[in-house]
């Protein structure tokens, strides 16, 4: 039974690389530079934001209008954005009480006078490609808002390992197509404001508001579509950082499945893929623990093949590498260590976060902060 699991597996990741393949040889119209609008919504990110600030006007020069909400942040960001107002051009909008990102991006947006508008994270950096890409595929009539998936950076061990876990989630949506998607990466997204304002905006009270937002336009009828090019995004430098995400992520996907179920049920190939690959490295993960603890007391054949063959698995992972090797070349290491500790360990912090997502989703009312 295992056995034929993983071999459904490697069929599924052979399926997800031949059509992101096939997506980046698809060839796009350039729409050329259509008036668009940028919303960044800052909470004591100042230090990090001329960077996106300074992306923004490198990839798009003309008809782009920058809009910064400033959350009421207790650190020097207010005094920061005043002094890039000195050398960039954007409105800058203070919150006097902190209202929250789902909120600020909603305040942001209404005051936007495109009829397409970003949302980028203050951490993010663009580049002219992606957003080529972006409003290429924004420019189909049937889709409501496109984004694009994250490439880790940052300094640390942690780092790579994240890079491999934002490709796996990637790469397995690229193969739902935009029929498919039920994701919006809320670093970097394009969404046209006619379908923003059908669906009410951003959910106050939701956990993941990018993906909230995703389900509530399929809803209405709208397709969801990923670029097939990264941005890089800063990433948690520490276990407790990286824990407190994936937690909060893990229960942002359980109010989502909970508040949108029948949207799971008939999309169901990312959810199965991305729970059976966290089953099978926890199993194999223990499975190989127990056939090297029989290979070191009692050395045999019989120890030395299983073993072999469950640290096989990890062979799976390698092709996630790939979008790392440009930046890291000894990318090509990590994933054994991917597969057998860094994936079970946060498995069960997911499992927590499953729990939590359940109480929050009884216990949070509307118009209360979700996160």
């Known amino acids: 039974m295992i056995q034929l699991l993983v071999w459904c597996l490697v069929a599924l990741v052979v399926v997800i690389l031949s059509s992101h393949a096939l997506q980046l040889a698809r060839k796009r119209q350039d729409v050329g530079r259509p008036a668009v609008s940028f919303v960044i919504a800052c909470y004591n990110e100042g230090h990090l934001v001329k960077n996106a600030l300074r992306s923004i006007v490198e990839t798009y020069k003309d008809n782009g209008e920058i809009i910064i909400v400033n959350d009421a942040s207790t650190d020097d960001s207010l005094m920061r954005l005043r002094e890039m107002q000195k050398t960039y051009t954007f409105r800058l909008i203070n919150n006097p009480k902190n209202i929250g990102a789902a909120a600020s991006w909603n305040k942001g947006a209404g005051l936007t006078r495109s009829r397409l508008f970003f949302i980028v994270d203050c951490d993010v950096v663009l580049r002219s490609e992606v957003v080529v890409d972006l409003l290429c595929r924004i420019s189909d009539r049937n889709v409501g808002a496109v984004s694009a998936p ?36 809320g670093g970097c997204m394009v969404v046209k404001k ?20 995703a389900l509530k336009l399929k809803k209405k009828g709208y397709l969801i579509d990923m670029s097939t090019y990264f941005v890089e995004s800063k990433v948690p430098a520490n276990i407790p950082s990286l824990i407190r995400q994936r937690k909060r992520w893990s229960a942002g996907g359980t109010q989502s499945l909970l508040t949108h179920f029948s949207l799971f049920i008939s999309n169901p190939v990312y959810p199965v893929f991305i729970i059976l690959y966290c089953f099978l490295s926890a199993f194999f993960t223990v499975s190989l623990g127990i056939d090297l603890v029989r290979l070191f007391f009692e050395p045999s054949d019989f120890a030395l093949t299983g073993a072999l ?25 990590l994933p054994f260590v991917f597969t057998f500790v860094y994936l079970p360990i946060l498995s069960v912090f997911h499992l927590i976060g499953l729990f939590r997502g359940l109480r929050k989703h009884f216990a949070l009312s509307e118009g209360s902060r979700g996160w």
């Open 150 to 185: 994250y490439l880790a950076s940052g300094d640390g061990v942690l780092v790579p390992l994240q890079g491999m876990d934002y490709a796996i989630q990637a790469w397995s949506e690229t193969v739902l197509g935009k029929k498919g998607i039920l994701n919006l990466y």
């Open 309 to 333: 063959l469950h640290l096989s698995f990890g062979i799976l992972a390698f092709p996630f590498t790939l979008p790392l090797t440009r930046h890291r070349p000894m990318s090509f290491f």
């Open 194 to 213: 006619e379908a923003f304002q059908k669906v009410g905006g951003f959910t106050v009270h939701a956990i993941n508001q990018d993906r909230d937002i």
